[in-house]
Every structure is written in C-alpha cells, then in structure tokens.
C-alpha cells in the first residue's frame, strides 16, 4: 500500500515525515513517496493522470496531490478551481486499484507548523532544554503564509534569547527547515484538531477512504 503525494512545495520533506509517522501509528510500514509538481502541472485530468502513472510505476495504490491554499494570493484561486474541476473530471472514470485524493493545506505548510508550537521549540532548542512554553494557536487555517512564517520566526527568536544569542535578526524560519520541525511533531491527533484540513491529510495518508467519494470538509 505504498503512497505517493504529489506536493506543490519544492521542500516538501515535511509531507513525507508527516505522512509517515501518522501511518506507522496505523503499523502501515509501506514506503512514502513525494513528488513535486507546481499546482500548474495538475491542474487538468491528463496532468493529474501521468502523476498516477508515475505512482504505478512505484508500485504505489494511493495518490493524493496536496496544494497550499495560499487565500492571499488571487493567483492561486483560479488554478485550485482548475484542479477541483480536473479531480472531479478523473472521479468520472477513476484508475482502477488506486486510491486517489485531493488535499488542500489552509492556507499553508506552515500553518500545520504551528499546530504544535512545542516542535518548534524543540526544533530551535535542539539538545539543550529550554524553559520556553509559547502560547498555543487555535484555529491555525486563518493564517495567510506570510503570518504563519512570522509567528514560527517569533516562536524561533524567544527560544535563541533565552539560549543567549545576540544576532536574533540572523533567527528566522525558513522553508527548508520544516522537515526538521515536523520530525519534533509529537501529538499529532491533537494537533489535528487545530487545524482541518491537516486532519484531513491524516485520514486521507491512511489510503483507506477514496477522495473521490469522500471529499475534503
């Protein structure tokens, strides 16, 4: 039952380490694959098609292509109606023996970042304890991806004071870090409460339901 996310996020390491260990609590062991591709490169079904070939390929029986939201940006808007209308085509005449499923992250990655701000710490701390405990996001989806990167960076700097560095503009959170901070991710059920469309990523990375008939809340 090997899956393959299909990512529109060039460090996409995150996605995999999530998937991962929200599958190894199910004690599914088989692999994880991740492939980027700009959501202008699925967003007709003979596009999405050849991503699925390429997971048979693999040997893979779950897709699911995984978009940032991206509210702020009116250039994102028509290119996730593009992909809603291409899914919707590819469920008119699904692959056979592969499930499928379309995931739209709100607003962003780092969004699900800061459904545990704890990881964060730990991920800034390192091996060194830090007496640090940020105050904990509700509803993480109403960030836009500028706000949700300021907040991690924030979260980063008071965790670099207390260790008792002085450079804290040189602290700043950046993309290709988020793997690391998503490996320090501990309770992942609760933070998926915080966020929904991250809940859905769980449920859907199982690859036990089919996105085609249940769709994204």
């Known amino acids: 039952m090997g899956l393959l996310l299909s990512v529109d996020d060039s460090s996409n390491a995150a996605y995999k380490i999530l998937a991962e260990n929200w599958r ?20 007709t079904v003979s596009k999405m098609r050849k991503v699925i070939a390429s997971a048979q390929r693999k040997q893979c029986t779950c897709v699911m292509f995984v978009v940032d939201q991206e509210s702020h940006d009116p250039n994102k808007r028509p290119l996730l109606r593009r992909i809603g209308q291409a899914f919707d085509e590819l469920c008119t005449d699904p692959p056979k023996d592969m499930t499928v499923g379309l995931i739209v992250a709100h607003s ?102 089919n996105g085609c008939e249940y769709r994204q809340p």
């Open 24 to 43: 190894r609590q199910y004690g599914i062991n088989a692999h994880v694959f991740v492939e980027f591709h700009s959501a202008d490169e699925i967003e």
């Open 108 to 209: 962003c990655l780092e969004c699900w970042l800061l459904t545990d701000v704890q990881a964060i710490v730990r991920f800034q701390a390192g091996n060194r304890g830090v007496n640090y405990i940020p105050t904990q996001s509700g509803q993480t989806e109403r960030y836009t991806p500028l706000q949700a990167g300021e907040s991690i960076t924030h979260i980063m700097r008071q965790v670099a004071r207390q260790r008792g560095a002085r450079e804290l503009k040189r602290v700043r959170y950046e993309k290709s870090k988020s793997g690391e901070i998503a490996e320090q991710m501990q309770e992942l059920a609760t933070a998926a409460q915080r966020n929904r469309s991250l809940a859905y990523f769980f449920e859907m990375v199982v690859c036990d339901q």
